[in-house]
């Protein structure tokens, strides 16, 4: 049996999924449910976690899953407490019988170091984790960078911005890569097909495009987004 405060709660979370496919924020719950502070929240979630009502979603910020609603005449009313709110109880009929998965609004990927000269993307160390907005990521495995440089500074990408690549091993002419040279020096350059060569392009006029042969050069990755604190 569920309390009046955790079949709002359910409630509220089913109706914020099907609206957006993100999980509503814990300030959000709070002021949702009029409790005093978010430490509630987390003793409603986790009491909901242990019935199996919801589920946290590993590495991601935000993300619960409704795994199942309650059936009717589930609430428990405590003698003296106020009957559901109207919020909850139109909730509870309405919910989907199918509930969308919810958006993985944050993930958490690699960060491999800073990009530079002389430094071999496998012998970084897999030393933290990056959070995300998964919307800059889309489909595929990824890993983070730190800029270092200024060699990129004419396509917006900065000295200590983060680069967010994806895994791969091709790119088309055009796509900015990390490309692996003489399996020695990373890079992170414009890919570029010139005759039977690879051409590398910087984005600042102050630097030349490198220019190697194809067994030179290994493509690690392309790159995906781009982060950058202020």
């Given at each position: 049996m569920l309390t009046r405060k955790q079949h709002?709660?359910?409630?509220?979370i089913a109706d914020r999924l099907a609206e957006t496919g993100v999980s509503p924020s814990f300030e959000e719950m709070k002021e949702a449910?009029?409790?005093?502070?978010?430490?509630?929240?987390h003793r409603l979630i986790s009491a909901l976690e242990e019935r199996e009502f919801i589920r946290r979603l590993p590495n991601r910020a935000r993300a619960l899953e409704v795994l199942r609603m309650p059936e009717r005449g589930e609430t428990k009313k405590a003698s003296g407490t106020k009957t559901a709110s109207p919020m909850a109880s139109t909730s509870a009929t309405s919910a989907p019988s199918t509930l969308p998965a919810p958006a993985n609004d944050v993930v958490e990927i690699p960060l491999h170091g800073r990009i530079?000269?002389?430094?071999p993307i496998e012998a970084l160390q897999d030393s933290a984790m990056l959070p995300v907005p998964a919307a800059l990521l889309g489909a595929g495995e990824h890993y983070a960078l730190e800029v270092a440089g200024d060699s990129m500074v004419e396509a917006g990408i900065l000295d200590g911005d983060y680069a967010l690549i994806r895994r791969t091993e091709t790119a088309r002419d055009g796509e900015i890569v990390v490309a692996l040279i003489d399996e020695n020096e990373a890079t992170l350059k414009y890919f570029r097909k010139e005759g039977a060569m690879i051409r590398l392009d910087p984005a600042n006029r102050d630097y030349n495009p490198q220019r190697y042969r194809p067994d030179q050069v290994r493509v690690q990755g392309r790159l995906a987004g781009l982060l950058r604190k202020y």
């Open positions: 709002e709660l359910i409630c509220f449910l009029d409790l005093k502070s978010k430490s509630g929240v530079a000269a002389g430094t």
